[in-house]
């Protein structure tokens, strides 16, 4: 068993995090770090943790609690003021170490690149302790993206986000009374997500986000132009994942089949009238696009079933 701390616990990407931490047979929770909720026990966050679990302590000891593997659950500023401790497999949930130019790190996030590996495993797998957990946003365009890489030279990609993914912390426009019977943009072409994105393809892309009035799950449509068969480019790049499905043709990808899970569902169309391929990709923005993506590197990197601790089966409704 390897000991698992992480930091941030309460947030949503925390929780989750920690969801999957229980649910692994591999891994044993012993440090709960949030200085929201430090000293309280561990079911005050949710009832249903009761009586097994160390109560939360403040993130700094939590993070020096000796656990082989951290996961950072906190925003940028913080996680860019993180020392990994010695030995420590660290996998971080927040954007501060994910673009290595150093010009674009300070561009977007106001920091200098460090030595962190970029973990999309299907795309860029986690190479050696530190590592840099994909954006939610950027995780599905380049499921969707990244196999056609080589064929295309740009792509649209017009993405839609439940309200989770702009994290626990109040804010105007997070509020019940702005996103329930809404719609909108936002960040329109000035998105952390969008030069992250750019980093893997090789080429920058049109990127607008916008923000469901649903709690989970994310959609991306990536419109590109190619004279190649691009579904058999989809289909040999997933042909051996566990984690991502390419759709028989005519199916559509749903947020509701992923709601809860970490899995991604692919499904690739083309519109005949200006040979356009359209490439969709489906996420839950707290599962395949955060604490599931995770807990698949940490696997990686402490060379443990790629899939252990996830949630890739069942029906739901």
């Keep these: 068993m390897a000991t698992v701390a992480i930091i941030g616990c309460a947030g949503y990407t925390g929780q989750e995090t920690l969801d999957r931490v229980l649910a692994h047979p591999d891994?044993?929770?012993?440090?709960?770090?949030?200085?929201?909720?430090?000293?309280?026990?561990?079911?005050?966050?949710?009832?249903?943790l009761n009586g097994a679990l160390p109560a939360f302590v403040p993130n700094d000891e939590a993070a020096a609690s000796g656990a082989e593997l951290i996961f950072l659950c906190?925003?940028?500023?913080?996680?860019?003021?993180?020392?990994p401790p010695a030995g420590a497999v660290v996998v971080d949930l927040s954007g501060a170490h994910r673009l290595r130019d150093a010009g674009e790190a300070e561009r977007w996030y106001g920091i200098a690149p460090g030595a962190w590996s970029y973990g999309l495993p299907e795309v860029s797998p986690p190479e050696g302790p530190l590592v840099a957990n994909p954006g939610c946003y950027a995780t599905a365009a380049l499921l969707a993206l990244a196999p056609l890489a080589d064929a295309i030279d740009g792509?649209?990609?017009?993405?839609k986000s439940g309200m989770t993914g702009a994290g626990r912390s109040l804010r105007a426009s997070s509020h019940a009374g702005f996103v329930l019977e809404n719609f909108s943009p936002y960040a329109v072409g000035a998105h952390r997500?969008?030069?992250?994105?750019a980093q893997a393809l090789g080429f920058p892309v049109t990127f607008v986000p916008h923000l469901l009035p649903v709690r989970r799950g994310l959609l991306a449509t990536c419109y590109v132009r190619s004279d190649e068969d691009l579904r058999a480019r989809l289909e040999g790049a997933y042909a051996g994942s566990e984690v991502v499905r390419v759709l028989p043709?005519?199916?559509?990808?749903?947020?509701?089949?992923?709601?809860g899970t970490d899995s991604a569902e692919v499904a690739l169309f083309r519109d005949r009238s200006t040979d356009t391929a359209i490439v969709v990709c489906a996420i839950d923005n707290l599962g395949k696009g955060a604490a599931g993506q995770a807990v698949q590197n940490a696997n990686l990197v402490l060379g443990l079933p790629e899939t252990a601790g996830l949630r890739l089966r069942g029906v739901l409704v």
Excluded: C
Excluded at 74 to 83: I, N, V, Y
Excluded at 249 to 259: C, D, K, L, S
């Design 249 to 259: 043709e005519g199916t559509t990808p749903e947020i509701a089949r992923v709601h």
């Design 74 to 83: 906190l925003d940028h500023a913080q996680s860019a003021a993180f020392d």
């Design 27 to 48: 891994l044993e929770p012993v440090a709960l770090g949030s200085n929201s909720f430090a000293g309280r026990e561990a079911a005050a966050l949710d009832p249903r």
């Design 193 to 197: 997500h969008a030069p992250e994105i």
């Design 155 to 159: 792509a649209i990609v017009d993405a």
